[in-house]
């Protein structure tokens, strides 16, 4: 089957741009000596996930539990998950999910660290467990270096954890100032008596000046799988040629000449702007807008001058956001040279549990 004869709107990854991304960055990795660690949550697909260990990562990030249950259920046990984990419900499942697979978690509070020792010394079992960061992107994570050397011996003091690391998830265009914050963290702790096994590094941004942050052992990177518009137009990650994740959609009214419906609305593009203007990218017209969305229904302008739409058209969108994307769809086809080879289903889609 070709990509074309596909229904719409429908999620299409192009392998070959989806394996060039992931053997670069491994390479790239490999060639500093950095671990690779993906997100997952960009995809959410274990075969994907296999490819990526498969290519040389290890093991797997996650941010939600179920994210981390599905890739456990899928074979894959070297995980990190990189979320506060709060309620009674979800310590348990950890405590399930730690009998069968390696998985590390982060903490940066007290009251993290109390909940996780409990369940894990009453399970029997040694949790590692990273102190969580905040380098500059003001979400999560302890702000000081002073307070990341107290919150790790609070983990090396608690029955049923042992401290893993630092793990930091940091703004864009960042790199000093990472290296600096993590590089005096580290040396904090040393000087507390405590080794650093694992400084863990994130983001796509700045994936390709990983090894500027010297103190890293690990980067997890997410959307360097399929890259989106925001990434390229930002100039944060590769050109439209390096985006493997596509959204099929066909014109369906063409109620003025300057105006046309696509079948990709909300539903399938996702409301995120991400500070850009409209809401993704045409291919084959970069020049008309997705300047609006109903649930199902994408309003594109064709500015004057521009190839006029044609009811039935079939367009590609790259999303704005892959991985608010990811989360809409059930499956998603995967294409080389626009022919379908397969689809797969998205297993861990709407997993924010
Ligand atoms: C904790 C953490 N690590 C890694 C990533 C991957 O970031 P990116 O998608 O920029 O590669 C994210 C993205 O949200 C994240 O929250």
């Known amino acids: ?3 074309q004869d596909l229904d719409t709107p429908c999620a299409v990854v192009d392998l070959d741009v989806m394996e060039n991304n992931l053997r670069r960055c491994q390479a790239y990795l490999d060639r500093h000596g950095l671990r690779l660690r993906p997100h997952i949550k960009t995809h959410k697909i274990p ?6 260990i498969r290519l040389g990562a290890k093991g797997v990030n996650c941010q939600k539990l179920g994210e981390a249950e599905v890739m456990a259920d899928a ?6 998950l990189t979320y506060n984990l709060i309620s009674q419900t979800k310590l348990d499942r950890l405590v ?7 998985i590390k978690v982060v903490a940066d509070s007290r009251e993290t660290i109390e909940g996780l020792s409990f369940v894990m010394s009453r399970a029997g079992l040694t949790l590692p467990v990273l102190v969580e960061c905040d380098t500059g992107a003001l979400r999560c994570g302890v702000t000081t270096p002073a307070e990341a050397v107290e919150l790790a011996q609070a983990i090396d003091r608690s029955p049923g954890l042992a401290f893993g690391g630092l793990m930091t998830y940091p703004p864009k265009n960042s790199v000093a100032n990472t290296n600096a914050w993590l590089t005096e963290a580290v040396d904090l702790c040393k000087r507390s008596g405590l080794a650093v096994e694992t400084v863990s590094n994130g983001g796509t941004p700045d994936l390709y000046s990983a090894h ?9 990177p997410g959307t360097y799988i399929y890259s989106d518009r925001y990434h390229v137009e930002t100039h944060s990650f590769g050109d439209w040629g390096d985006c493997a994740l596509r959204i099929q959609a066909r ?3 063409h109620a003025a000449a300057d105006r046309c419906v696509i079948d990709a609305g909300s539903k399938s593009l996702s409301s995120d702007l991400l500070g850009l203007q409209g809401y993704g990218r045409i291919l084959e017209h970069l020049d008309w807008e997705i300047y609006g969305l109903s649930e199902e ?3 594109v302008r064709a500015p004057p001058g521009s190839e006029a739409p044609r009811i039935g058209e079939l367009v590609t969108v790259i999303p704005n956001h892959a991985c608010v994307v990811t989360n809409l769809y059930d499956r998603v086809y995967a294409a080389r040279q626009g022919r379908v080879e397969t689809f797969y289903e998205v297993a ?3 997993k924010v549990l």
């Not at 500027?212 to 997890?220: D, G, I, N």
Request: hydrophobic content about 40%; charged content about 20%; glycine content about 8%.
């Open 348 to 350: 861990a889609r709407g």
């Open 75 to 80: 074979g894959i046990t070297d995980i990190l």
């Open 297 to 299: 229904h994408g309003h």
């Open 96 to 102: 399930s999910l730690a009998h069968r697979a390696d």
């Open 47 to 52: 075969e994907f996930a296999h490819t990526q």
């Open 212 to 220: 500027e942050v010297t103190v890293a052992t690990e980067h997890r």
């Open 1 to 3: 089957m070709l990509v």
């Open 251 to 253: 014109v369906v009214s």
